[in-house]
């Protein structure tokens, strides 16, 4: 006796997600990190003989409003979304042409990882980020 299982279609390519909402650690649907999540329920990855199912999670209960809303840009060091008001420019992306795009980091980033501000850059950089020490550091893990 077997259940039927019917699925609602999501509107998510799966081509398109980042590796870590594909592997459940950000949401599907926001890209925020993942702490309490839901399932989307498996969504067909590939085609024909190559074809794979891969399970999708969300935010749990729902996304939040403030990450719902389309994001300025995304932390260069954990990728979460930082709206207008709180993006911080931190430097550089290099180019072929120019200097690139702009980097931006979240206040929990530029904590950890001590990144100076694009703005409080001396003026002889080259736009890379910059640390207030040598090397970044990665907090450590619980």
Known sequence: MGTEHTEQPLAIDPERLAINQ?????CALCKARLYRARSLGPVPMGTGVHADYVE???C???CGA???AEPHDWCHYCHDPI???AAVPIGYRPGAAGPGRLLYADA?????YR???LDQHPDSTDGRPRYRD???FAPRSG
Not at 108 to 112: D, G
């Open 83 to 85: 709206l207008a008001p």
């Open 134 to 136: 040598r090397e970044p």
């Open 56 to 58: 999708l999670y969300a």
């Open 66 to 68: 403030t990450v719902v």
């Open 60 to 62: 749990d209960p729902s």
């Open 22 to 26: 594909l592997q459940g650690l950000n």
């Open 115 to 117: 990144v100076i501000p």
């Open 108 to 112: 929990k980033c530029r904590v950890a």
